[in-house]
Nanobody, 123 residues
Framework: VQLQASGGGLVQAGGSLSVSCAAS????????MGWFRQAPGKELDFVGA???????YYTDSVKGRFTISRDNAKNTVYLQMNSLKSEDTAVYYCAAGRPTSWVKFRPSEYESWGQGTQVTVSS
C-alpha cells in the first residue's frame, strides 16, 4: 500500500490541525494504521494507531487531545489534533501494518510509510 500524508502546517498553541493519510493500492481498513512523529534531533515516536476493528490507542502525551479516525469510502485515515502545544511540533508520519491482536507501538512493526508532513506549533 502507498501512503500520502498531507495537511500539516503552522498553528498557534491551543489551536487545532488535522492531517490526513490517503492510501492507494489497498484499503486502509485492511491495516492497522499508525501515526508517528519525529521532532528535530529526536527519535521517531509513536503517536497513536487505529486497528481494523476501529479501536484506537494513543500515547499518553496526546490522550484527550488527538483523535484518529478513518473514512473507508475515501481510503483515508485522519489525525485530528486539538489543544496543540509547542512540544507537538514535529514531522508526522502515517504508517500501515498488518493487523494484529496487539497494539503496534514500534516503527519496525509497520511495513509501509507515508512521506511525512510538518506540523509546527508556535507558542
Amino acid at each position: 500500500v502507498q501512503l500520502q500524508a498531507s495537511g500539516g502546517g503552522l498553528v498557534q498553541a491551543g489551536g487545532s490541525l488535522s492531517v490526513s493519510c490517503a492510501a492507494s493500492g489497498r484499503t486502509t481498513s485492511s491495516y492497522t494504521m499508525g501515526w508517528f512523529r519525529q521532532a528535530p534531533g529526536k527519535e521517531l515516536d509513536f503517536v497513536g494507531a487505529i486497528n481494523v476493528d476501529d479501536s484506537t490507542y494513543y500515547t499518553d502525551s496526546v490522550k484527550g487531545r488527538f483523535t484518529i479516525s478513518r473514512d473507508n469510502a475515501k481510503n483515508t485515515v485522519y489525525l485530528q489534533m486539538n489543544s496543540l502545544k509547542s512540544e507537538d511540533t514535529a514531522v508526522y508520519y502515517c504508517a500501515a501494518g498488518r493487523p494484529t491482536s496487539w497494539v503496534k507501538f514500534r516503527p519496525s512493526e509497520y511495513e509501509s510509510w507515508g512521506q511525512g508532513t510538518q506540523v509546527t506549533v508556535s507558542s
